[in-house]
Nanobody, 122 residues
Framework: QVQLVESGGGLVQAGGSLRLSCAASGRTAFSTYAMGWFRQAPGKEREFVAAITWNGGSTSYADSVKGRFTISRDNAKRTVYLQMNSLKPEDTAVYYC??????????????WGQGAQVTVSS
């Protein structure tokens, strides 16, 4: 079984920064899988935010966060991060990390964390 636990969420003013962490545990070869971050705002569907390949060699971002958010990973710590800068009220959502089924980008994620609330006040 694989567990993903997000941390680092909270309340921040517009223009501020937060860093989310997602720690993996259990029976997972963390370093061999791509990882992603998603978010879901109240009344909206879950949406893709960012992804990173197994070795951190490539990253992908939603247009809405490009230039403001940075995804990274530390395979030795089995942790993936999402640095969020210049936050906007529309970034308010529950943020989820997820593990992909493979090492590269795909839409197939099979393990999810419980989510971390990020609230950006105007």
């Amino acid at each position: 079984q694989v567990q993903l636990v997000e941390s680092g969420g909270g309340l921040v003013q517009a223009g501020g920064s937060l860093r989310l962490s997602c720690a993996a545990s259990g029976r997972t070869a963390f370093s061999t899988y791509a990882m992603g971050w998603f978010r879901q705002a109240p009344g909206k569907e879950r949406e893709f935010v960012a992804a990173i390949t197994w070795n951190g060699g490539s990253t992908s971002y939603a247009d809405s966060v490009k230039g403001r958010f940075t995804i990274s990973r530390d395979n030795a710590k089995r942790t993936v991060y999402l640095q969020m800068n210049s936050l906007k009220p529309e970034d308010t959502a529950v943020y989820y990390c997820a593990r992909n089924r493979g090492p590269a980008f795909s839409a197939d994620y099979n393990y999810w964390g419980q989510g971390a609330q990020v609230t950006v006040s105007s």
